[in-house]
């Protein structure tokens, strides 16, 4: 019978898979240099306009680095970061590319975010529960 050590049963990355993955960082990072207003950094992360990827977009049509894919992408990696969640509370002003006010974050909203830092932090334990034993 034969046995796979861990690291031979998980799939590893392809060339290509390799590259949308520095690409997506890479346009993170080109988010938050470019547009530091709108994008910020750790906990300063702040709620952004809905549909803030029609805007992103318009803002790089001409820049050819990386597709409009990979741009929405990098906004959702973005707006699905732990402290970009725990920053959605209710009322809390949205901002716009240029930094401006553009609408709150409602209630429902808030609680989304909240239900799914919740939801994170319960597919967390048992792996920290695993790195105990």
């Keep these: 019978m034969i046995t796979l050590n861990e690291e031979e049963k998980k799939p590893q990355p392809t060339s290509a898979n390799k590259k949308k993955?520095?690409?997506?960082f890479d346009a993170l990072e080109a988010?938050?240099?470019?547009l530091?207003?709108?994008f910020k950094r750790g906990k300063e992360k702040q709620p952004l306009a809905i549909g803030i990827?029609?805007?992103v977009l318009r803002h790089y049509e001409n820049d050819t680095r990386f597709s409009a894919t990979i741009w929405q992408q990098a906004i959702k990696l973005y707006v699905n970061s732990t402290e970009y969640l725990e920053n959605m509370v209710a009322s809390q002003p949205r901002i716009d590319v240029t930094g401006n006010i553009a609408?709150?974050?409602t209630e429902a909203e808030a609680?989304?975010?909240?239900?799914?830092l919740a939801m994170r932090l319960k597919r967390q334990e048992p792996k920290e529960k695993a790195n105990v034993n």
């Design 21 to 24: 993955h520095t690409a997506l």
């Design 31 to 34: 988010l938050k240099a470019e």
């Design 36 to 38: 530091p207003q709108c």
């Design 53 to 55: 990827h029609h805007a």
């Design 103 to 105: 609408g709150h974050v």
């Design 111 to 116: 609680a989304f975010a909240k239900k799914k």
